[in-house]
């Protein structure tokens, strides 16, 4: 580690602190400084500039000029981007500057900015500021006994009140908490002022967690399941003889079981029968349904008869009349004008 003199407000040496190598003493990373600084000041911006489009910008709404026959250039709108008060064509709209930096990297270019500061003798460690009242006359006091000479940047406790008060009057004077240092102000001072309960002593890294291996998948043996074991009867009571009569004198009244229903029973009535016990619309239906069925049978009745109808009607039809008595010459022959036949009627 390097040491440095540590001074007194009065500019006596008081000692010697040592600085931790891995913060002021490796090698500057300029180009991460670079790119930290420009992320750091590019989100300084507030991005609210804005310009109006030609939809923005008041007025335009009616065509200037008719589009054929006035011999100048065709035109639409008077705020296009040409036109003079007319809107700003591709021009700068509010929006965020703010770059993502990684952490490792703010670290890295803080500890260049100090390396380098560090390396050109710019660091004073003050032993304590000891100031009793905030008084800017002490401060500029205790800067010229210590030879400061330019911008000079102080890191302080947030906790030090006073001797934030001493020096924050000062224009040359930049103050900063210790949690709050960064590579931009280190750079942007000539002189970096710590005391020794501010000065950086660790790396402020967080040190990398050590996965232990997975151990090796171990394969299980199958257990064999026991084999079942018949559960034991529940012993029965023996029933008392007045139970038995009255068992006996119930079993007329009791309802046939399984065993002794001779009729099938239909799955339609089991489901029927559920379904009635589940919701009570089931009977509705049930009834509209036979209500139906009643009137396709009625209706296939009426049909049946005046189909028979019909069909005796063709037969009628069909059948050959009966043939009527000859006539000939006007005269009808009978029983009387033949002798013999009368005869033979009387023998």
């Known amino acids: 580690m390097a040491s440095i003199t540590m001074k007194s407000v009065s500019g006596a040496d008081a000692g010697t602190v040592d600085l931790d190598e891995n913060i002021f003493g490796i090698e500057p990373n300029v180009p991460v400084m670079h790119q930290v600084v420009t992320a750091q000041l590019a989100a300084r911006r507030s991005g ?19 589009q054929k026959g006035t011999g100048r250039a065709r035109a639409g709108s008077i705020r296009a981007p040409q036109w003079k008060g ?35 003798q710019k660091i004073i460690v003050v032993d304590d500021w000891g100031f009793e009242t905030p008084k800017t006359k ?59 309960d501010s000065l950086p002593a660790t790396v402020d890294e967080k040190p990398k967690a050590v996965r232990a291996p997975k151990p090796a998948p171990v394969a ?5 399941p026991a084999p079942a074991v018949p559960a034991a009867a529940p012993a029965v009571p023996e029933a008392s003889s007045e139970e038995a009569d009255d068992m006996a004198s119930d079993l007329p009244n009791r309802p046939p079981s399984d065993k002794q229903r001779t009729a099938p029973i239909k799955d339609t009535d089991r489901v029927k029968s559920a379904a009635d016990k589940l919701d009570p619309r089931f009977e509705a239906a049930r009834a509209k349904a036979a209500k139906e069925d009643a009137l396709r049978a009625r209706a296939a009745e009426s049909k049946a008869g005046s189909d028979a109808a019909e069909a005796k009607a063709d037969a009628e039809a069909e059948a050959p009349a009966e043939e009527a008595p000859k006539k000939s010459g006007g005269f009808s022959f009978s029983n009387t004008d033949n002798p013999s036949s009368s005869d033979e009627a009387d023998s």
Request: net charge positive.
């Open 48 to 66: 609210t500039q804005s310009t109006k489009t030609r939809a923005e910008v008041a007025g335009g709404g009616a065509k200037p000029w008719k």
């Open 86 to 120: 007319g809107g700003v064509a591709l021009g700068p709209k509010p929006r965020s500057y703010a770059q993502k930096t990684p952490k490792k990297m703010i670290r890295l270019a803080l500890r260049s900015a100090l390396s380098d500061r560090a390396a050109e």
């Open 138 to 196: 002490d401060a500029i006091t205790a800067l010229a006994a210590l030879g400061v000479e330019g911008r000079a940047l102080v890191v302080l406790k947030g906790d030090d009140v006073v001797t934030w008060k001493s020096f924050r009057n000062l224009p040359e004077v930049h103050l900063i908490e210790a949690d709050q240092l960064n590579a931009y102000d280190v750079l942007c001072s000539d002189i970096v002022i710590f005391n020794r």
């Open 220 to 224: 299980k043996a199958k257990a064999k």
